[in-house]
């Protein structure tokens, strides 16, 4: 019997790893809009690069085969391959969305698809009676997105799966803060899995790509006729940027999840430090489902500091990371949700899904864990203490 290679070897051994022709070891870069048609009866696997293109192909076949579906699909970001995901819904159709859905998909669901009479609700899907509660008799879609940001809460995809299904709903599941290294969505029965391949999929802050796999044929077949027919695909130099991004996938994801997990440990144990979000923190209330349904806990975490003063002076004298919006890269990136990712939310709304004003998010890059936790604790040292209550 033939061996299974294991993940990692799976992201350099695979059909691209040569090409056919040249034996050249990268995939060539196909630049052609169009193709020659060598007779005129049958024409080619080729006809025109918004169709179909031997580049943007080598990505579709590889992510589709590490997230063990039947087909893949390239856009031209991630909202693009979920914008194009959504035009499966009809008007009169319901979509129910996990609450801390991110900020472009969530702009998407409520100020574009309403206007095409897609009706929405938002749930907190960490709660499977109010997922349950929440579905209608129109919904067609369970919308998840797993670990969430901010705040890293996990949804419990089978059981999100199970209802769906026994309501004859697709699930779709954005699973960028994973990747198919940590977490394959389809294995647990969701119908699509979504992805900002900007992310760590690419992994180096220098693209913008976004991809679609499913593992049903004919679901495929829809999505494809949609890809085409919408137009958002991806040029062919992304797509070689996000290939050869993503032979590194399991070795940046592994360091940086490790170092993910010994600054959340360092974090929480620090007294200015409030709360520390992070799945792999056995405190976290979605610990033991991430253990059960993913390969790891990631390389993202959030803390809160006291207000919105301390996690300036913390930004501010911080050295190692970039202070910037998008996560998943080579260099740790800090970002503070209230004024970036989640600023468009009324301030009420935010305080009540817990993205308080001293919150930061960290994505971890593949820097020396301990000189990134030395540039944490020089940085904590100019945050002010919060001054105690006293006790009469
Ligand atoms: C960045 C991001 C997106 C959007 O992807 P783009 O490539 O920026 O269009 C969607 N979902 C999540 C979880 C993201 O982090």
Redesign the pocket.
Known sequence: MEREWSFSTKLLHNEWKVDRHTGAVSVPIQHASTFHQFDFDSFGKYDYSRSGNPTREALEETIAALEGGVRGFAFA??????STAFLLLSRGDHVLVTEDV?G??YRMITEVLTRFGIEHTFVDMTDLNAVAENIRPNTKVIYM?TPS?PLLKVTDIQGVVKLAKAHGCLTFL?N??MTPALQRPLDLGVDIV??????FLAGHSDV???LAVVKDEELGKELYKLQNAFGAVLGVQDAWLVLRGLKTLHVRLKQSSESAAAIAQYLACHPKVEEVYYPGLSHHPGHDIQRHQADGFGAVLSFRLADEEAARTFVRNVRLPVFAV???AVESILSHPAKMSHAAMPKDERLRRGITDGLLRLSVGIEDVNDLIADFEQALSFVQERPSVSTP
């Open positions: 970001s991630g909202m693009a391959a979920i991110y472009g998909t997105e940001n954005d960028t803060f979504l992805h900002s391949a900007t992310k913008v790509a976004g998008s996560l998943g």
